[in-house]
């Protein structure tokens, strides 16, 4: 229990490290220095330094917006077995609850964004709202494929310990489709490249970050850690999924389990240094990819489960 | 020695691409001679097949032989005179293509093996498409293109029931060569369910080829933009052997004691068939759709026959040969009026007497004879099915057929009048001038039919009466 | 364990997936052409003892299927220059589910006429159905020529992958002749392909629609 918590409380302090990672890579692939790996702290850091600005027009709601998207990504992480350790909460059916508790995030978030008025963040907001539910539509494949696997609801049942290595070992093949699913997943909810370009300027073309102008200060602050913790979340399947090792020691487990996501985090660098942003109309095609992937190799492994 | 039947036109059509035009057609015509000399030959000696596995001699392939055999030649003929006077562009090309069609619908007669059957019958549809595409113009490329692209589609269907055939044998425990003369004899120990299987697929696949509606898309297509004595030989005899395929898969089935599933199938379909005919010929605009259509209709008679069984199928192999005769005779015909009046069109043709009596008469009498009137063999044939039907006790279809019949020929009379004694808007100064070879194999074809009627040779009359047998057929 | 054989028909099977989601015609050769290598090679894991014939013929299918015939298609589209995006008829997100679809008809199918017991591997005969099925909405589902006939040769190389997986002792004569048919009909498709061309500028079927009735 207390190994869990230290494991949950050591995984938010990893997160903006990690996020930082991606920066690096793609310095790396455009032949810059790029920033220090610690960046994120030094942001996070400036940002809870200063006052926020509200304006006249918002309401109590545009104020929760951060403070609940970060608790649900919170929330969610308590959940999540990190480094293939049981997590600090697990009950019969909690994937479920958990992929709720972080819509109940994106629905404070939209709210918030409405609730500023501005064209932008309503379109951003519309956007943020669609894409996520092709990717419901294949979470819920995936989980139909584990649960077929494992009999059970619950991440422990898939990511803890040598579970993830039987995952492997029953489907076989089809589980790398999951791999792929899970992977665009990741970078549709976390509005990544090529689903969004965190990085650009333009606010007609922007997903997420369009809906976040109007936060400032320590808002911003607990928005952009709630982002890391989520991106940390999604990596986290990933990881495990990739590398399904279980070593004896809890310590060298750890070190596995960092060295797997961090390998995550710059197949997304890479990932966005190679791909450039699709455009808009394209990005329901590459969603629903994942859909008919997790569809795949469901059916594929309900045939051979038979 | 079976095989050298198929084997000569195939040599005489590669010796044609490297001949000069005029030497192909010579060559053609000679090669038409041949032909029907080797099939008189191999109907009075019945040679052995050195392939007895793929090959070998059965009594509707013996007939579908003489037929292809006898038209050819006397299309061969007409095709000598015809070259003359078109400006075919690469005439190596359809002369040699002609003989290449002749080879494989040859091998479709005497293919005895499933998958031999296939090959043939897939062979003829790459082989008939340079004759579809002959004139180059857009529409003869869209048909080509629908010929090719359905036709192929749909034999794809056929092979893929073929497997499923030889699936029916390996789930029977049935040790046997994949022919059908094989397959009959062993029918009853094949899996009557991969059977059934098989059997609606190669239906579907050889219907289509075979231009039984609603896969009978191509068919007017292809034979309106094909050059006429092409259209002549695709609905003479490539329809033939289409129904070949059919025919022999049907007699696996009959043998195996499902002809009533196979039966129904056909009769369905072939009414089907009539019925999409004869709302598409009463108000057809171009005489040679219209010919097209009514080959639809024909091969619709034949099928609903062949489902009958019994003196209906005989009644049906009557009406393959005499359709066969009489509608390659009418497509010639209509080439001929074309070269006259210099258009497709129903209402551009008119005062046909006057201007073409050779033409006249014999497309006059092809009228008469497709139409089913009484000295034709088409008459006796569709009065057979009707007795058959009757006999089955299939009223209701027997009535649909009558009354389907009826339109067409309402319809057919109605266009072949106009046509024959319409007005057109020039004036008749003289008659065009017809050549000899571009009547006479016309006459001859309708001869046959009309001798066949009276008189037919009893060695004729006992293989037509040994392949009706097989559904049961005769008095 | 997973027989070796199903490894590659799940890919095969996935390939279908980019097949119909894939709107650029190099990437469907290319599918095709791996479908072409797998379904020719799949009688080398079938059969326990393979006669000289047997690899002679398994060979040719392979050089046939898999490399003659996607490499023409693919020097031609080259020659014509054509870059533009395929034409449908069915769009590509519905024509993907159309696939999912499909993926999951074809193993219910294959289960419910008892297919698999006759054949080695357990996908053969659902990936079979699937390229069967997909090569024929490829067909109706897309207006560019060149896609159609694509599908035409997809249902080819799943009537080919039925007869290996079902029909135990075939001749090899004869499954030669087949392929030799196939060939003969590719090739006479590709010189029409390159008449509508000639005649159009592209390859869209939508213009071939003059004759009527």
Redesign the interface.
Known sequence: MIESIILWILAICLSPFYAAVILKVKAFFGGKKGPPLLIHYFTLIKLMQKGSVYSNSTTFIFKMGPIASLSAALMALLFLPIAGRSPVLSFNGDVIFVLYVLGLGRFFTIAAAMDTASPFEGMGAAREAFFPIICEATMFMILILFFQLTGELTFAAYFTGIQTSGLWRVAGAPMLFVVMAFFIILLTENSRVPVDDPATHLELTMIHEVMVLDHSGPDFGLIELGAFIKLLFYSTFVARLICPIHAAHPFVNFVIFCAALSGVYVAIGVTESVMARFRMDRVSHFVLTSFALAFFATVITLEFVK | MLEIIFLIPFVAALAVFFLPATAGRVLLVLTGIIHLLMTIMVWTIRPEAIFP??FALSAAGLLSLIVISLLFFLISVYTAEYLKQSHIRQENIFTGSMLLFLSTMTMVTISD?I??M??AI??T??TS?PLI?TH?T??A??????Y??IC??GI?MA??GS??I??AM??GHVKTAVSFSALTEAAKQLDPTWLKAGFVFIFVGYGTKMGLAPMHTWL??AH??APSPASALLSGVLLNCAYLGIFKTNKIMVAAGLGDFSGTILMVFGLMSILAAAT?II??TEYK?MLAYSSIENMGIIAFGTGIGGIGAYGAILCLIHHSLIKSSLFLTSGNIHSGYHSWFIDKIGQLPARMPKTFVAFFAGFAAIAGFPPFGLFIGELLIIVGAFRAGHYTMAAIFMLSLCFIFAGLSNQVFKMSFGDVSEDITSPTPEKACLVWPQYALLLTSLALCVWMPDILYQTIMAAAAAMGGGF | MIHPVDILLILVLLSVLFAFASSRLPVLIRILAFQGVVVSIVPFFLEHEMTAGGIIFTTATLTIRGIIIPWSFYSMIKKMGIKREVETIVSYNASVFASLLLIVAAPMLSHKFNMISFSGGTLITSTAITLVVAGMFLLMARRNAIAMVLGYIMMENGIYLIGTALSSGAQHIVEFGILLDVLAGVMIMAIMLQSIKQKYDNLDTAQLSKLKE
């Open positions: 596995d793929y093996h998958m031999v296939w090959i897939e062979a549809t790459l498409a595409f180059k857009s529409t490329l869209e048909a080509t293109w629908k090719v692209l192929s589609v794809a092979l893929l497997v499923l030889t699936l390996d789930v007017p297509d309106s933009e598409f108000k057809q759709r």
